[in-house]
């Protein structure tokens, strides 16, 4: 299998909900992060996972999170969404934490 | 800490004419630069990146960019600009070699016109 594949690709949630985007690495890809990039901006780092621990994080709160799994998917959790949490939702994933990364396609998130 | 700031939120060039997209970078250490494109409803793509050897980097569809560390700039170019061209592009900067770690700029949009 090849390639960064990310589900769903647009959810729309109500303010205060919870939510959980999926993205599903290739095989061998030890390392993943997750970025947000909301319109007209660059993507910004949310958190790195590798071999399953959380291995970074950027400036956001804790009621972002994540896990990953043995076989290279994982999930990025939002609670108490907020209206700001409307964005694109990005994926990217690595054999290693060097390199060159592979990003999904990205789950577009909104929040009303 | 480390920034980038990409100059100019929209370029337009002709078709066939030279490309430049600029970056300038802050970083206390040596950076590791990237750039990428990302087409419409897509994910972004890796063109080219700067890890502390030739400070000329060529990448993927003729792009190319070059470190200059007095400048503190790695500005993209490309010499002939094509319609398939046209796309956001992003400069990013990470401190090691974690690019999984990058700080991203807010991009450029390139229209490239017939």
């Known amino acids: 299998e090849t390639g960064v594949t990310q589900s769903p690709t647009h959810l729309i949630k109500t303010r205060g909900q919870q939510v959980t985007l999926r993205c599903s690495s290739q095989s061998g890809h030890n390392t993943v992060s997750w970025y947000q990039q909301a319109l007209g901006q660059g993507p910004q780092f949310i958190f790195q996972?590798?071999?399953?621990?959380?291995?970074g994080r950027g400036n956001f709160p804790p009621r972002f999170s994540g896990l990953q799994f043995p076989n290279y998917s994982s999930e990025l959790n939002v609670n108490a969404l907020e209206l700001d949490d409307s964005a694109l939702y990005l994926c990217?994933?690595?054999?290693?934490?060097?390199?060159?990364?592979?990003f999904g396609s990205g789950t577009r998130l909104t929040v009303v | 800490a480390q920034s980038v700031t990409q100059l100019g939120s929209h370029v337009s060039v002709s078709e066939g004419a030279l490309v430049l997209l600029r970056c300038n970078y802050s970083s206390s250490v040596p950076p590791y630069l990237f750039w990428y494109v990302q087409y419409p409803n897509q994910g972004l793509q890796l063109l080219l990146k700067?890890?502390?050897?030739?400070?000329l980097v060529k990448g993927i569809n003729g792009f190319e960019a070059e470190f200059k560390k007095s400048e503190t700039s790695f500005h993209l170019t490309k010499p002939s600009a094509h319609m398939s061209d046209a796309a956001e592009y992003f400069c990013?900067?990470?401190?090691?070699?974690?690019?999984?770690?990058?700080?991203f700029g807010d991009g450029t949009t390139l229209t490239v016109k017939p």
């Open positions: 700067y890890t502390s050897a030739a400070t």
């Open positions: 996972y590798y071999r399953e621990e959380e291995n």
């Open positions: 990217a994933s690595n054999p290693t934490v060097g390199g060159g990364y592979t």
């Open positions: 990013a900067v990470t401190l090691n070699t974690n690019a999984g770690k990058s700080t």
